[in-house]
């Protein structure tokens, strides 16, 4: 029953989330060029070391599986690296790549994440107090992750892209 309660969480956690996005966040980074719009994505993926909280003993169960332990927290530590060399190299063209670089590496990871776990037959209970990392923060992140790729799939308008090569 308990694997009920944290899948229904994680389900609850994606309709607030989408909710969130679709009535405050998109509405807000519809309206700004690229390198704009992506900056506030990846100041919250440079936050993604707390992953690193898998492999802090007290925080998570012993019984954690270590295969899911440590590609979820090496896979995040990675992800918020390239989330802060992408911030560093924008708005210049590469900026742009580093961003593709994170966002295909970022959504990789969590997908891989959920692989992981489902391989490794995680119980919700070994998480520990670190249960809030894919309750609630992981769909905020998969959700990003989708408004980066649409960012970075928008046509930009020409001026935006003249300033780009200016400030490159």
């Excluded at 969480?9 to 996005?21: D, K, L």
């Amino acid at each position: 029953m308990s694997q009920l309660w944290f899948f229904g969480s994680i389900a609850f956690s994606f309709i607030a989330w989408g909710i969130v996005t679709a009535r405050y966040i998109w509405p807000e980074l519809r309206l700004r060029e690229r390198a704009e719009a992506l900056q506030p994505l990846l100041i919250l993926h440079s936050f993604r070391f707390i992953g690193l909280a898998f492999l802090v003993p007290g925080v998570v169960s012993p019984d954690l599986p270590p295969a899911f332990a440590h590609s979820a927290a090496y896979g995040d530590i990675i992800a918020a690296m390239l989330a802060l060399l992408s911030q560093l190299f924008l708005p210049r063209a590469a900026g742009v790549a580093a961003a593709w670089i994170f966002s295909l590496w970022g959504s990789a990871d969590i997908l891989n994440a959920f692989y992981q776990a489902n391989h490794a037959g995680l119980l919700a209970g070994q998480l520990g107090a670190a249960f809030f990392l894919p309750t609630l923060i992981v769909p905020l992140l998969l959700i990003t992750h989708g408004l980066a790729f649409r960012i970075l799939l928008q046509h930009q308008p020409e001026r935006a892209m003249q300033e780009s090569r200016h400030l490159a």
